[in-house]
Nanobody
Framework: QVQLVESGGGLVQAGGSLRLSCVAS????????MAWYRRAPGNQRVYVGA???????RYVDSVKGRFTISRDNAKNTVYLQMNSLKPEDTAVYYC???????????????WGQGTQVTVSS
């Protein structure tokens, strides 16, 4: 099972930016899709977006144009660049490995511990 470690969270003012990172263990990273999820206080964890092994990306409507997912296979790392942050983006952010086929994300059971993002108004 792939082990995932997120980092880069913090406190930022509305309109600001953060870049989250997720480092994956193992030698299969380049063949895996990777996704980001988030869990806001009192809510369930929800999908934010994903990147396929080939670099195709998909996002939920609420973050399109503001968030960008990228990957560096040489570093076994996936990134989530978050711009124009809003208070409603406040959540714990998790990465997940799996597969992206078309617009459908197929998650694996591999999750990181999460990193807290807090956006103040």
């Amino acid at each position: 099972q792939v082990q995932l470690v997120e980092s880069g969270g913090g406190l930022v003012q509305a309109g600001g930016s953060l870049r989250l990172s997720c480092v994956a263990s193992g030698s299969t990273f380049s063949r895996n899709g990777m996704a980001w999820y988030r869990r806001a206080p009192g809510n369930q964890r929800v999908y934010v977006g994903a990147i396929s092994s080939g670099g195709d990306t998909r996002y939920v409507d609420s973050v399109k144009g503001r968030f960008t997912i990228s990957r560096d296979n040489a570093k076994n790392t996936v990134y989530l660049q978050m711009n124009s942050l809003k208070p409603e983006d406040t959540a714990v952010y998790y990465c997940n490995s799996g597969d992206l086929y078309g617009s459908t994300w197929y998650p694996s059971a591999s999750w990181g511990q999460g990193t807290q993002v807090t956006v103040s108004s």
